[in-house]
């Protein structure tokens, strides 16, 4: 490969990166990244918003079944974070031709692995809902929606490829403009099927579908361009064990770990089909509301994972451990001050999703959200030391976390309270338990962590403040 050099725009940001005050690198990288977040969050939250114009169960089907397809998109995020890592920390050292080839290895394991799950996955969707529990009126109404979401993740998978490339060089302004673009194709196009034309759920799906297509067609002439300094190569993308080994064993931790805890959600809302469509669909709901503002205090998960990464391939140890406090604070802030606002005007917000005569609904929504809110808290803190973890090559503690969050917390707490027939009020008291414990086995693990840091280093690098 020709030795690349880099622009002076982006020669300084990855001297920032490297050298510039954090307190102000951190901000300024994750902010394009928080409105990105916010605005795949207004996806969702638009269609729900939508879909409520046309009926519960077709609400209750769109909350099943995105946690199937977040589920799905879990193995494009894997491989996304485990090629930003060592991408991240090449490109931190200046080793540009290492950061080319795992980006070209990470862009092919993703399309390979998104092509098989997905062909298996559409292959068996009608089973799989029944499987998961999925009630009939929500397969009858949610079935085309389910085929159309699953063909989009594996277009999301070579997105979160290309994104978490963006990401391990710092570009966050990039990913801000042209998902501003793809939220503007897919409000226009969800609003002219449903209002306009008067479709039904399947059209809300085609609507992301074209948003992610067009996001991607501009992501591969820019991952394919000759001025890009990861820029991608047909010859690099040959499977060779040295090269996709190190990928594979970084990113299957986290996308099992992400698999199993949205395969989870899906358990849960299988399990809340005990209750009926209408508590799934006010489950959903609720947790969408919470996740507005949890959304922009987990965000900083995606820039922290770049920055150490960078650091620590610069050998800066003290700078990726202080990348991690700086970021946990800010996450913490922002969360906090969330919890407030979106208490605040909940009783404004709930009118978006139901007429104020459906008062068993708007009961519904108004009991979980009561507890369910503290995970904007929880969940921030999770996500951002699992953020640490990740960048610091520890991966299997993100797996872990998941795990432990999932299968020892959530699914028997859910089932303890169904048993104990205390109503659907369950399903808040199980999101506030086990968010709330998985945090804290979180900081145990941070504090073992950081001690060990500072006593015996990382790897060859040694703690020096």
Same mark, same amino acid.
């Given at each position: 490969?020709?030795?690349?050099?880099?622009?002076?725009?982006?020669?300084?940001?990855?001297?920032?990166?490297?050298?510039?005050?954090?307190?102000?690198?951190?901000?300024?990288?994750?902010?394009?990244?928080?409105?990105?977040?916010?605005?795949?969050?207004?996806?969702?939250?638009?269609?729900?918003?939508?879909?409520?114009?046309?009926?519960?169960?077709?609400?209750?089907?769109?909350?099943?079944?995105?946690?199937?397809?977040?589920?799905?998109?879990?193995?494009?995020?894997?491989?996304?974070?485990?090629?930003?890592?060592?991408?991240?920390?090449?490109?931190?050292?200046?080793?540009?031709?290492?950061?080319?080839?795992?980006?070209?290895?990470?862009?092919?394991?993703?399309?390979?692995?998104?092509?098989?799950?997905?062909?298996?996955?559409?292959?068996?969707?009608?089973?799989?809902?029944?499987?998961?529990?999925?009630?009939?009126?929500?397969?009858?109404?949610?079935?085309?929606?389910?085929?159309?979401?699953?063909?989009?993740?594996?277009?999301?998978?070579?997105?979160?490829?290309?994104?978490?490339?963006?990401?391990?060089?710092?570009?966050?302004?990039?990913?801000?403009?042209?998902?501003?673009?793809?939220?503007?194709?897919?409000?226009?196009?969800?609003?002219?099927?449903?209002?306009?034309?008067g479709k039904g759920t399947e059209y809300v799906a085609l609507a992301t579908l074209i948003a992610q297509s067009s996001l991607m067609v501009v992501g591969l002439i820019i991952l394919f361009n000759k001025n890009n300094s990861l820029?991608?190569?047909?010859?690099?993308? &040959?499977?060779?064990?040295?090269? $996709?080994?190190? !990928?594979? /064993?970084?990113? @299957?931790? *986290?996308?099992? #770990?992400? %698999?199993?805890?949205?395969?989870?959600?899906?358990?849960?809302?299988?399990?809340?089909?005990?209750?009926?469509?209408?508590?799934?669909?006010?489950?959903?709901?609720?947790?969408?509301?919470?996740?507005?503002?949890?959304?922009?205090?987990?965000?900083?998960?995606?820039?922290?994972?770049?920055?150490?990464?960078?650091?620590?391939?610069?050998?800066?140890?003290?700078?990726?451990?202080?990348?991690?406090?700086?970021?946990?604070?800010?996450?913490l802030s922002i969360s906090i001050l969330g919890i407030i606002l979106v208490s605040s005007f909940f009783d404004r917000i709930v009118p978006l999703f139901t007429d104020t005569n459906d008062t068993l609904y708007q009961a519904m929504?108004?009991? &979980?959200?009561?507890?369910?809110? $503290?995970?904007? !808290?929880? /969940?921030?803190? @999770?996500? *951002?030391?699992? #953020?640490? %973890?990740?960048?610091?090559?520890?991966?299997?503690?993100?797996?872990?976390?998941?795990?432990?969050?999932?299968?020892?917390?959530?699914?028997?707490?859910?089932?303890?309270?169904?048993?104990?027939?205390?109503?659907?009020?369950?399903?808040?008291?199980?999101?506030?338990?086990?968010?709330?414990?998985?945090?804290?086995?979180?900081?145990?693990?941070?504090?073992?962590?950081?001690?060990?840091?500072?006593?015996?280093?990382?790897?060859?690098?040694?703690?020096?403040?």
């Amino acid at each position: 490969m020709q030795p690349y050099a880099l622009s002076q725009r982006e020669s300084e940001r990855r001297n920032k990166i490297l050298g510039g005050n954090l307190w102000k690198v951190i901000p300024l990288l994750t902010l394009p990244l928080a409105v990105y977040a916010l605005f795949n969050y207004l996806y969702g939250f638009f269609d729900l918003i939508v879909v409520s114009f046309i009926g519960k169960n077709e609400v209750a089907s769109i909350v099943f079944i995105d946690e199937i397809k977040n589920a799905i998109a879990a193995f494009g995020v894997g491989i996304a974070a485990g090629g930003t890592v060592l991408v991240a920390r090449s490109y931190g050292a200046g080793n540009f031709d290492d950061a080319r080839r795992n980006a070209s290895a990470s862009f092919a394991i993703a399309i390979l692995v998104a092509v098989i799950v997905v062909l298996v996955v559409l292959a068996f969707g009608e089973g799989i809902l029944r499987l998961l529990n999925a009630p009939p009126e929500i397969i009858e109404v949610g079935l085309g929606y389910f085929n159309i979401q699953i063909i989009t993740t594996a277009i999301m998978a070579i997105n979160s490829v290309f994104i978490g490339l963006e990401k391990a060089k710092g570009n966050t302004s990039l990913i801000l403009w042209l998902n501003i673009v793809a939220m503007i194709v897919k409000l226009a196009l969800t609003a002219t099927f449903v209002f306009g034309l008067g479709k039904g759920t399947e059209y809300v799906a085609l609507a992301t579908l074209i948003a992610q297509s067009s996001l991607m067609v501009v992501g591969l002439i820019i991952l394919f361009n000759k001025n890009n300094s990861l820029r991608l190569s047909l010859k690099l993308m &040959i499977p060779k064990k040295t090269w $996709f080994l190190p !990928i594979l /064993s970084l990113s @299957i931790p *986290v996308f099992a #770990g992400k %698999f199993l805890f949205s395969m989870g959600k899906v358990l849960v809302n299988s399990m809340a089909a005990f209750y009926g469509p209408l508590a799934v669909a006010a489950f959903g709901i609720t947790m969408k509301i919470s996740s507005s503002v949890g959304t922009l205090g987990q965000v900083f998960e995606d820039s922290e994972i770049g920055i150490i990464g960078q650091n620590l391939g610069n050998r800066n140890l003290k700078r990726a451990r202080d990348t991690y406090l700086i970021s946990q604070l800010y996450s913490l802030s922002i969360s906090i001050l969330g919890i407030i606002l979106v208490s605040s005007f909940f009783d404004r917000i709930v009118p978006l999703f139901t007429d104020t005569n459906d008062t068993l609904y708007q009961a519904m929504l108004t009991d &979980i959200f009561r507890l369910e809110r $503290f995970s904007m !808290i929880t /969940s921030s803190t @999770i996500a *951002v030391i699992t #953020g640490m %973890f990740i960048g610091f090559k520890r991966t299997n503690v993100a797996f872990f976390l998941n795990i432990i969050r999932l299968f020892i917390f959530r699914l028997p707490s859910l089932l303890i309270m169904i048993n104990a027939d205390i109503g659907y009020v369950a399903l808040g008291y199980t999101m506030l338990i086990s968010n709330t414990m998985t945090a804290i086995v979180a900081v145990v693990f941070l504090i073992i962590f950081l001690k060990r840091l500072k006593l015996y280093g990382y790897m060859d690098l040694r703690y020096l403040g």
